[in-house]
């Protein structure tokens, strides 16, 4: 792997991201030539070497942590950002999954044409994707495994928090597995440079890195995305989130609370419940009840009048995570607008027992996961589509949008062939 030392590098970052992305481009068509066999498996070996190699992980995460608790960082970035050993073996667990997962086809005929021609959609291998993502270890497997399954190389970067850990994960686990699978294991690069000039220069590389996968704040990922348009790099951005639960009139009670609390589960994270809405006729012992299931975790509420933008994302608040904003709606309709126009439209629950009023409410709402007396936090790779994500996409534009997974990293491709030649 090209890598300099992490604590003082002496190239500069756009150095390094060029030599990352150069042995990946090398690496990359060994990769997409790989058969299924080969390429699930080297997921089983990073299943293997994760837990083989957890001591050594866990070492460097232990590390990583001190030196975020010692900087001052919140506690809700550091829950993010630790590993353990319940973690680590839910990561193998799910490498291992991933490893089941069929292939989609290769070719698929969409016309056997009147002059003769048949029309085939090719699904091709992208070549090198670039990756950028916050300080949470498990991420770097999560995208390198996407890659991998979908037979493209990778430059990876990850907040400087998380950087020990992930040169253990990259260098015991992601390298060696490759290897043991016969593979380049220069196919997964990590940039090893801790320097947020090597976000700008990964999505500065249009003939090497043509897609980044960009992750983190809102105002992070709007910025490189601006930058990746300047040099002609597509970008597939997880940005802003936060769940919003609404309370319908005719709510189960012990569901509404069930789900408010398990939506409540992790602060830090996207798809956790950030806005509470209560529809205005729900009686006053259930919404005095809900506001109780929140202080009792110890969570703030942000009541009305509001001093932000009901949307505004807790998780993201450093200082202020543990917070839900509480607001009432008019009705189903009402609440399907807040949640699609006043939030980024990420995830979105309705709780309640009246069919109508939950086809209401999932036809009026224009956001990426829409969920019936089910929890916003469902809204993730594993959880619903039963395999890792590189991000969620909220993109109002066509192409892959929600959890993105190893499906969704291929170009399309169309090949005319004569029917009669077949």
């Known amino acids: 792997m090209h890598r300099p030392t992490p604590e003082a590098p002496t190239e500069t970052a756009a150095d390094i991201v060029v030599g990352c992305g150069r042995s ?20 089983d070996a990073m299943a293997d070497r994760l837990t083989a190699a957890r001591a050594e992980v866990l070492a460097a995460n232990a590390d990583d942590v001190a030196a975020a608790e010692l900087a001052g960082i919140t506690a809700a970035l550091v829950d993010r950002l630790r590993l353990d050993e319940t973690r680590l073996v839910e990561m193998a667990d ?6 089941k997962v069929p292939f989609p086809a290769r070719d698929r005929t969409l016309e056997d044409r009147p002059d003769g021609l048949r029309l085939i959609e090719r699904r091709r291998p992208v070549g090198v994707i670039g990756a950028t993502f916050e300080a949470r270890p498990n991420v770097t497997v999560d995208v390198a495994s996407q890659l991998v399954k ?10 400087s928090a998380a950087l020990r850990s992930a040169l253990a994960l990259r260098d015991r686990v992601i390298a060696p597995a490759l290897a043991d699978a016969g593979l380049d294991p220069d196919a997964v690069q990590l940039v090893a440079d801790p320097r947020r000039d090597s976000a700008i220069a990964l999505v500065g590389q249009p003939d090497l890195i043509p897609l980044v996968i960009v992750r983190g704040s809102g105002e992070t990922t709007r910025t490189l995305a601006a930058e990746a348009a ?17 309370v319908d009139t005719a709510a189960d009670p012990a569901l509404a609370t069930e789900l408010l609390v398990t939506g409540l589960d992790r602060l830090g994270v996207c798809n956790r419940v950030n806005l509470l809405l209560v529809a205005h006729d729900v009686s006053e012992a259930l919404y005095d009840e809900l506001l109780r299931a929140v202080e009792q975790r110890g969570i703030t ?18 200082g ?21 126009h006043e939030t980024p439209g990420l995830a979105a629950t309705i709780v309640t027992a009246d069919a109508a009023a939950a086809t209401e409410f999932l036809d009026a709402y224009t956001g990426t996961g829409g969920f019936w007396n089910a929890s916003t936090r469902l809204l993730d790779g594993f959880k619903l589509r039963r395999v890792p994500e590189t991000g969620i996409n909220v993109d109002h534009v066509p192409g892959p949008r929600g959890p993105v997974t190893f499906e969704d990293l291929y170009l399309r491709q169309y090949v005319v062939v004569p029917v009669d030649k077949l």
């Open 24 to 43: 990946a481009a090398q690496a990359a068509p060994a990769l997409a030539a790989g058969s299924d066999a080969v390429i699930n498996t080297a997921l």
């Open 94 to 99: 799910q490498l291992a999954l991933l490893a």
């Open 150 to 159: 979908s037979r493209n190389a990778g430059v990876l970067r990850t907040g």
């Open 230 to 246: 300047r040099h002609g790099v597509r970008v597939l951005a997880h940005a802003d989130g936060g769940g919003v639960l609404y």
């Open 301 to 318: 509420i942000s009541l009305p009048p509001h001093d932000h933008p009901l949307g505004h994302e807790w998780a993201l608040d450093d």
């Open 320 to 340: 202020r995570e543990a917070t839900v904003t509480v607001s009432r709606a008019a009705g189903p309709a009402d609440a399907a607008r807040v949640a699609s």
